[in-house]
């Protein structure tokens, strides 16, 4: 069936570094643009990062940009996010989800992963 | 950014209930609109896109309406899976932003 899988998440300290996997499966995955989407303990949704289909564009959150950057492997059908100098506001559940659509034209989220937890600590 | 108000922040309702949701953006985003469900501890759920076309498999009791700056999501009949936490998001422009979230509980 269609899902996602992410891992790679843990805890971190303060400044540290984690590199976020999602491997897809069930469906085409170089057809779909993904997003990686987190949620703060008790909060809502955050949009973190965007990528089109064969990675020719990314978009990042203005609160990860410069620490954080998105890539896929489409031989791989994985989704990543390398995140850099983290910190304590880094904290949450981090979801990849798939869009509709190939190019960003729309940000319609279809398909969600489990989320994979991210929190920084000392 | 694009700026996505939700009311209620939360509502109580039982089963069998008509209940609505507004959510409004501080800019026109045209019909760019996703509503998402989410249970605790799981992850979110597309219901609708494009502010009005219900997403494969999702029952005929939601439906959303509403373009520009003001969109409603309804159910029609609140079943007792329905009880979660919903969220607008505008799919109008970089970078996409959801509404707060509206929790639906049980009266």
């Known amino acids: 069936q269609v899902q996602l899988v992410e891992s790679g998440g843990g805890v971190v300290q303060p400044g540290g570094s984690l590199r976020l996997s999602c491997v897809a499966s069930?469906?085409?995955?170089?057809?779909?643009?993904m997003h990686w989407v987190r949620q703060a303990p008790g909060k809502g949704l955050e949009w973190v990062a965007a990528?089109?289909?064969?990675?020719?564009?990314?978009f990042h959150a203005d609160s990860v940009t410069g620490r954080s950057t998105i890539s896929r492997d489409n031989s791989k059908k994985t989704l990543y996010l390398q995140m850099n100098s983290l910190t304590a506001e880094d904290t949450a559940v981090y979801y990849c989800?798939?869009?509709?659509?190939?190019?960003?034209?729309?940000?319609?989220?279809?398909?969600w992963g489990k989320g994979t937890p991210v929190t920084v600590s000392s | 950014d694009i700026q996505m108000t939700q009311s209620p922040s939360s509502v109580s309702a039982s089963v069998g209930d008509r209940v609505t949701i507004t959510c409004r953006a501080s800019?026109?985003?045209?019909?760019?609109l996703a509503w998402y469900q989410q249970k605790p501890g799981k992850a979110p759920k597309l219901l609708i896109y494009?502010?009005?076309n219900l997403h494969g498999g999702v029952p005929s009791r939601f439906s959303g309406s509403g373009s520009g700056t003001h969109f409603t999501l309804t159910i029609s009949s609140l079943q007792p899976e329905d009880f979660a936490t919903y969220y607008c998001?505008?799919?109008?422009?970089?970078?996409?932003?959801f509404g707060q979230g509206t929790k639906v509980d049980i009266k």
């Open positions: 989800a798939r869009d509709r659509d190939h190019l960003l034209r729309f940000f319609y989220m279809d398909i």
């Open positions: 069930g469906f085409t995955f170089n057809n779909h643009a």
């Open positions: 990528i089109s289909h064969d990675g020719s564009n990314k």
């Open positions: 800019q026109g985003i045209s019909n760019w």
């Open positions: 494009a502010a009005s």
């Open positions: 998001q505008q799919a109008n422009s970089f970078p996409p932003t």
